[in-house]
């Protein structure tokens, strides 16, 4: 009856009471996410957490995965590690991180006894090229799903302007530009919850 009732309610509503999530489903469900995609598996996370079970609402991953972003390590591992924790504490992060690097790492090992093989057959550059294409075009949609989930976009998808400009256009150091921007949206954020009369 877990699975049930994880599915019929969002990941919390606004963090209350979050429906029961055991340390097997979430091995398995970051499993699911861990060996569907090649080059970044972003695209998969969100689908499996917000459209297929309902872990955390559209919102909450745009917050979660803000935070994770700006945190050290692999943005997915540290979103797996947060969900974990949310659900079944310590526990619950081991079996997140572990479903989500346990298959990927032993297809990587076959992988590269493959690769190492018949890495430079004209046929297996072709096929990681494709392979590279699709996961930009995945990248791409969800940055645009993300978008969209934002309540107040007028306010805040300008950030992903000025994102783009300052480190791929001005050539601005990532962290410089991450730290100044976080500031501003986080005061942006406060005088918008102030106007609408949030304590």
Same mark, same amino acid.
């Given at each position: ?31 699911? *996410? ?48 947060? *969900? ?23 297809? *990587?090992? !076959? ?53 783009? *400009? ?15 921007? !976080?500031? !501003? ?15």
């Amino acid at each position: 009856m877990p699975e049930a009732g994880a599915q019929e309610q969002p990941g919390g509503g606004g963090g209350n009471s979050p429906a029961p999530v055991t340390c097997r489903q979430l091995f398995l469900g970051f499993s699911s *996410v861990g060996i569907s995609g090649f080059g970044g598996v972003l695209p998969f996370a969100r689908r499996m957490l917000v459209e297929e079970r309902r872990w955390l609402t559209a919102e909450e991953f745009n917050s979660l995965l803000g935070l994770c972003q700006f945190l050290p390590g692999p943005n997915v591992a540290n979103l797996s590690i947060a *969900v974990g924790s949310r659900y079944q504490g310590i526990r619950g992060a081991i079996a997140a991180v572990s479903g989500l690097f346990g298959g990927p790492l032993l297809i *990587v090992l !076959l992988l590269g006894l493959l690769y190492d093989r018949y890495g430079q057959l004209p046929q297996v550059q072709g096929l990681l090229r494709g392979v590279t294409a699709v996961g930009c075009g995945l990248l791409f949609g969800t940055a645009l799903r993300m978008g969209l989930a934002l309540q107040v976009k007028r306010l805040f998808l300008p950030f992903t302007l000025a994102v783009f *400009v300052a480190v791929a256009l001005l050539r601005w150091p990532m962290p410089i530009v991450m730290v100044a921007l !976080l500031a !501003l949206a986080a005061g942006v954020a406060y005088a918008h919850l102030k106007r609408k009369g949030a304590p």
